[in-house]
């Protein structure tokens, strides 16, 4: 396919991924209506220099934009190993660093999914009827070099569940940890609330 068909392909595809309509999505990404219905009718073609444009209002990058493919999850995890192949390489006064940080953005990535990722109301859970679903987060801790936990907060909207507050990982113990998501779920605390109990927790 020409370059033109692929941007009309991933607009399509980003479309679709939002569930929205014409409007809906020229309004998000904010070009006209009519502009929007030009490129995915391919009537009219974005030119070279608001492709980066398009592209970040997108959320992607203009060699995604071009393609007309999604990136896969494998793909992206390929990339990710090319990175942490070469920290073992850096020099020994910047290689703790770097370790620290090649962690951390594995941890932010394994967030952002799980954040983008909106799960249908009926996921696996042993509570019933609610409406604000506590959930363990994990993340790995490289000065101690263990795992510490925080918690998600997702509510139920319009059937599906987006995550609302997050608490940064704060106990390395999970079972406390477990414990603590349970009471705040069954009680049903609102995120407000809920804040309160996690500062309790801590001074306990």
Partial sequence: MT?????????KREMDKRGV???EFSAEINIPRTTLQGYLNDTSHPRADSMENLADKLGISVAELVSGEEPSASAMDFDFDQILSTVPTLHP???PAAQQ???LLKSLLQLSKELYAAEERNV???YQNVDHLYCLHEMWDPSRRSLSYGILVKECVQGYWSTITIVAPFSSNRSAVLGLIDHCTRLQL???QFLDVVQDFLTQ
């Avoid at 370059?3 to 607009?11: D, P, R, V, Y």
């Fill in 3 to 11: 370059i033109e068909k692929n941007i009309m392909a991933t607009l």
């Fill in 21 to 23: 309509n014409y409007a």
């Fill in 93 to 95: 006064k910047v290689l």
């Fill in 101 to 103: 940080a090649a962690s």
């Fill in 124 to 126: 696996d859970t042993p």
């Fill in 190 to 192: 609102e995120p407000e």
